[in-house]
């Protein structure tokens, strides 16, 4: 069965960096074009990066600049590093595939950006 397992957010001041980690069991990060996604509250949920299985990426713009997808396929793990956070950067964020149909929506993990 297919699991999708967040992880790593937190609450952060501006600023600094969080590293997220989505564990993915019951399909592979490498034959599966990837993504992560964030939804705060009242606000639709929406596409925040991307990677392909040959490695490109995409970014929303909201966050190109400060954010990285990567992925380690040997350990099917897809990461989200997070660099200068903003208090809009505040959500539930999620990873599932980059397009449809997705896998169903894991817990995700809270990212609270707050001074």
């Known amino acids: 069965q297919v699991q999708l397992v967040e992880s790593g957010g937190g609450l952060v001041q501006p600023g600094e960096s969080l590293r997220l980690s989505c564990a993915a069991s019951?399909?592979?990060?490498?034959?599966?074009?990837m993504a992560w996604y964030r939804q705060a509250p009242g606000k639709q949920r929406e596409l925040v990066a991307a990677?392909?299985?040959?490695?490109?990426?995409n970014y929303a713009d909201s966050v190109k600049g400060r954010f990285t997808i990567s992925r380690d396929n040997a350990k099917n793990t897809v990461y989200l590093q997070m660099n200068s956070l903003k208090p809009e950067d505040t959500a539930v964020y999620y990873c599932?595939?980059?397009?449809?149909?997705?896998?169903?929506w894991g817990k995700g993990t809270l990212v609270t950006v707050s001074s």
């Open positions: 599932n595939r980059a397009t449809s149909p997705m896998y169903s």
């Open positions: 019951g399909i592979s990060t490498r034959v599966n074009a």
């Open positions: 990677i392909v299985t040959y490695g490109m990426t």
